[in-house]
């Protein structure tokens, strides 16, 4: 039987912000379990990923931080990737959206719909910001689901109830980056017919009898439901530029490019070879397997946008074989929250922990058909008495033992006893089980099943008691060890998936030092020549755990605090008091950061009648290209008074919170410089 060709795919990572263990449990951990299975199996597979680097919220982060967009997107890409190795999740090529073969094919693949018909312009509403001065991407508009009347709802779906959203559509939205109620403008946009591929999709759809239940019930009932067409691009600067006269200043929306990143990263890898033109032997290819790894969110836009986007192409590219889509892991019984800090940071976890144990515990708690729960002390639980108690307690009884009375060569004795036969067949039963299970990504189950081998063996090692037998019939307790041996060999193969590195370490420490693959988990190996014996898993300690714990609950307690902290309300003033105070809106003209001072910003400030220059110590939070032409709230009849030796005129006011946090005071509307404030 010959080889089955696979291209497996994750989610690309959006490129602001650090990796966090939600991430790893819905699209990472899985396919490189799986990838790395299908290798055990010599099966023919490449695994690619690569970083999302296009879009606003990479935009504004970088405005917010003095930087360019590409300074943000090489700083995490270069972050993800060291996350990555720290876990041992290993791609074929680790690609980004913001190189210029990405630019290229993604053009290609948007012309080809255009050539096609499947493109066409439309002037739309779509949510602009007056205050920030910018069209916004539905992503960064919030509010409530007009459907559930849920809160959180994006601009393009609600996480609460899956259905897509007219980008106006939102009851009560906000902007995400300031607040500010938005306005609807229209713009011109070109847009993907979706409509013309329903057909074609519902044919497909309908041989997709390998996917989950769950996610094949939700895509139908929305391709039934009847799709619309959708905006392939976007009024920003930074993405891929679309490669037409009359769309200068529009590039692809996110949406589009981020999947062509597969594609591109391929490309990218065999560029890199003497066969640059191999990945066409597998997109191209309609025996290759293509399965895409990514979190429930991700569920409409790999199964429906991207197969139409592969349907409208000159060249057949594979549609997605299967999209094992899995639901959200929640934390300490909340659901994660990044901007609360209510999050396992990459980073954080492998400056404490091996990465092992992260693999281990995400594979045994997956969330695979429903949310699941990283709780800190169901890891420790689980490493320690697992890992530790089961899995090294074996090893340790075997390496010990084998040492002292068998020099560390354990043989096979000529014919095994019915026990110990039976022993082994139910571990070969074990092997096929656990193969089906990877081949139908049911990750938690093999990581559970497993184990049992562990089981399996201590309990024989128990019942055969070589400590007993070595004094009366040293084959017979030789026989005992070199079970376990097998049960610890076999584990080594089919759990190195879950566990590359510890799995090799114990290979090592058997004797084996040849690469291995699934099918020797079925077959026998006569001796074992102990080598390198080490504890696989040390235990973890509570003070370890605890502190975890109370560093995840600070971000929490940090809000209680905050409001404990609010200063008390000063003593009343009358109102003729409050009217000597000339309140006005300032439009700043200039802005500029004062030389040899750590935290003051020179401003030009217009009040409608004369111009102001004004220092105000706010360089910390806010960079100038943020302020120039911000309407703020100025107090205009306070003494000058010499700051560096130069007069500042006036006072910005701002908000401080109780976390320290500074917040200039902005209009929400376009207000005259010099308004008086009453």
Not at 406 to 415: A, D, H, R, V
Not at 423 to 433: D, F, K, M, P, R
Not at 434 to 458: C, P, S
Request: overall charge negative.
């Amino acid at each position: 039987m010959g080889k089955e060709r696979f291209l497996v795919t994750s989610a690309l990572p959006y490129a602001n912000g650090d990796l966090h263990v939600g991430h790893i449990a819905g699209a990472y951990l899985p396919g490189d379990i799986f990838v790395k299975y299908l290798r055990l199996k010599g099966e023919d597979v490449l695994y690619f990923c690569g970083t999302d680097e296009h879009g606003a919220p990479i935009s504004i982060k970088a405005e917010a931080e003095g930087k360019t967009p590409q300074q943000i997107v090489d700083f995490y890409h270069q972050r993800m990737v060291e996350d990555f190795e720290g876990l041992g999740i290993e791609f074929n090529n680790f690609s980004g959206t913001a190189r210029p073969p990405h630019h290229k094919l993604s053009q290609e693949f948007f012309l080809n719909l255009l050539k096609k018909g499947y493109i066409s312009t439309q002037v739309s509403e779509q949510y602009y910001c007056p205050k920030c001065e910018r069209f916004l991407a539905d992503r960064y508009v919030e509010g409530v689901c007009p459907h559930c009347g849920k809160s959180g709802a994006r601009g393009d779906q609600c996480d609460a109830c899956g259905k897509l959203m007219d980008s106006t559509g939102l009851v009560q939205p906000e902007c995400k980056i300031c607040g500010t109620t938005p306005e609807v403008r229209s713009t011109t946009h070109w847009m993907l017919d979706l409509p013309a591929f329903v057909p074609r999709l519902k044919e497909w759809l309908s041989s997709k009898s390998n996917w989950k239940e769950n996610i094949m019930k939700f895509i139908m009932g929305l391709v039934d439901e009847g799709l619309k067409k959708r905006a392939v691009t976007r009024d920003i600067d930074w993405g891929v530029p679309v490669p037409l006269e009359d769309a200068e200043g529009k590039v692809l929306y996110v949406w589009f490019d981020a999947p062509i990143g597969y594609v591109s990263s391929s490309v990218e890898y065999f560029g890199k070879t003497d066969n640059p033109d191999g990945w066409r032997d597998y997109w191209l290819n309609p025996q290759t397997k293509l399965v895409h790894f990514i979190g429930k969110d991700n569920n409409i836009f790999h199964a429906i946008f991207w197969p139409a986007m592969l349907m409208g192409q000159d060249d057949n590219y594979v549609l997605p074989h299967d999209i094992p889509a899995n639901e959200f892991l929640n934390l300490e019984g909340d659901k994660l929250s990044t901007s609360k800090n209510w999050a396992i940071w990459i980073k954080d976890f492998l400056a404490e922990f091996d990465g092992e144990l992260l693999r281990y515990y995400v594979a045994r708690i997956a969330p695979e058909h429903k949310d699941s729960d990283f709780v800190w002390k169901d890891f420790q639980a689980k490493v320690n008495g697992e890992l530790a108690n089961i899995l090294g307690n074996l090893a340790n009884r075997v390496f010990s033992f084998g040492n002292k009375f068998f020099e560390g060569q354990i043989c096979k004795s000529s014919e095994l006893d019915d026990k110990a036969t039976s022993v082994l067949q139910e571990a070969y039963a074990l092997v096929g089980e656990m193969d089906e299970n990877y081949q139908n990504y049911k990750v938690k189950r093999n990581a559970e099943l497993g184990m049992n081998l562990a089981r399996l063996g201590n309990k024989y090692f128990d019942e055969t008691a070589p400590w007993k037998s070595v004094k009366t019939d040293k084959a017979q307790a030789e026989q005992s060890l070199y079970v376990c041996c097998e049960l610890l060999r076999i584990f080594s193969v089919v759990y190195s998936p879950i566990l590359p590195r510890a799995c090799k370490r114990l290979a090592n420490m058997l004797g084996i030092e040849s690469e291995v693959t699934w099918q020797h988990a079925g077959s026998s190996q006569d001796k074992y020549v102990f080598s390198g014996v080490e504890p696989l898993f040390p235990k973890i300690e509570d003070d370890k755990i605890q502190a975890q714990i109370d560093k995840l609950k600070k971000s929490c307690q940090q809000e209680v605090e905050n409001a404990d902290n609010i200063p008390a309300i000063k003593k009343a003033i009358s109102f003729d008091k409050f009217q000597e105070m000339d309140l006005r809106m300032g439009k700043i003209l200039e802005c500029e950061v004062v030389p040899k001072s750590k935290k003051l910003l020179k401003l030009t400030i217009d009040l409608g009648t004369e111009k102001r220059q004004i220092f105000s110590g706010i360089s910390k939070y806010y960079v100038p290209s943020q302020l120039l032409g911000k309407s703020v709230v100025i107090l205009a009849n306070l003494e000058a008074r010499k700051i560096m030796g130069m007069d500042s005129q006036g006072m910005i006011l701002a908000v401080e919170g109780a976390d320290g946090n500074l917040s200039l005071l902005f209009a929400d509307k376009n207000i005259s410089a010099g308004s008086i404030i009453s």
